[in-house]
C-alpha cells in the first residue's frame, strides 16, 4: 500500500505528520470519491514529487476516470486562479478587483463530477495555495449547497497533512544529498 510507503519514510521527529497522515486518509468520514479526489488534488498542489507518485496509484485506483481527471483539473485550474485572485487581492488598487480576468476557467461550470466535490477539492488546493479569496469563494459555495463545516474542514486538514509531509520529505531529500 502507498500510504504505508509514505507514512514509513516520514523521518521520526515529524511523528505527528505520519500519525496525522493516517488519520486523515485511514480514518475519514469523507465519501470515497470525495477523499481520494481530495488527496490526489491535494497531493498535485504539494508540488511533491515524492507525495504524489506514492499517493497517486491509489486515488487513481479509488476514482472513476471522471472523477480522477476531475481531481486533476482541479489542481490545475486552482494553480491558476489562486495566483491570479490572490495577487489581485493583495494589491492595494481596488481597481484590479473590477477589471475583467480574462482567463479561461470552463471546467468550473462542468468538471465532469458532482459540484460539490470539484468545490471541496478546489477548496483544498486554494488552502494549500493559500488564497483566502478563493477559500471564501467555494466555502461559500459548499455551505449553499448544504455541506457541512465539518466536512469542509475535513478537507484542509487532508490540505494540510499532505503539504507537510511533502515539505518534510522534501526537507530530507535535499538534506541527503
Same mark, same amino acid.
Given at each position: ?18 500519525? #496525522?497522515?493516517?488519520? !486523515? ?11 481520494? &479526489? ?10 511533491? /514529487? ?6 497517486? /496509484?491509489?486515488?487513481?485506483? #479509488? ?19 489562486? +495566483? =491570479?485572485?490572490?495577487?489581485?487581492? $493583495?494589491?492595494?488598487? /481596488? ?6 480576468? &480574462?482567463?479561461?476557467?470552463? !471546467?468550473?461550470? #462542468? /468538471?465532469?463530477?458532482?459540484? !460539490?466535490?470539484?468545490? $471541496?477539492?478546489?477548496?483544498? +488546493?486554494?488552502?494549500? #495555495?493559500?488564497? &483566502?479569496?478563493? $477559500? ?19 478537507? =484542509?486538514?487532508?490540505?494540510? !497533512?499532505?503539504?507537510?509531509? &511533502? ?11
Amino acid at each position: 500500500m502507498a500510504l504505508d510507503e509514505l507514512k514509513s519514510a516520514i523521518p521520526d521527529y515529524a511523528k505527528d505528520l505520519k500519525l #496525522n497522515l493516517g488519520s !486523515v486518509i485511514g480514518n475519514s468520514e469523507l465519501p470515497q470519491q470525495q477523499l481520494w &479526489g481530495t488527496v490526489l488534488a491535494c497531493a498535485i498542489a504539494s508540488r511533491s /514529487p515524492k507525495v504524489l507518485r506514492e499517493l497517486e /496509484p491509489e486515488a487513481k485506483a #479509488n476514482l472513476t476516470p471522471e472523477a480522477y481527471q476531475a481531481a486533476k483539473s482541479a489542481a490545475a485550474i486552482m494553480a491558476m486562479n489562486n +495566483v =491570479f485572485y490572490r495577487t489581485r487581492h $493583495l494589491l492595494s488598487d /481596488p481597481e484590479y478587483g473590477t477589471m475583467r480576468a &480574462g482567463l479561461r476557467m470552463n !471546467v468550473i461550470g #462542468n /468538471p465532469g463530477v458532482e459540484k !460539490v466535490d470539484f468545490e $471541496l477539492w478546489s477548496l483544498a +488546493v486554494s488552502a494549500i #495555495n493559500g488564497c &483566502g479569496m478563493c $477559500l471564501d469563494s467555494h466555502e461559500q459555495v459548499l455551505r449553499k449547497a448544504g455541506v457541512d463545516r465539518d466536512t469542509i474542514q475535513e478537507a =484542509f486538514k487532508i490540505a494540510s !497533512v499532505i503539504q507537510a509531509v &511533502g515539505a518534510t520529505l522534501d526537507a530530507e531529500a535535499v538534506l541527503a544529498e
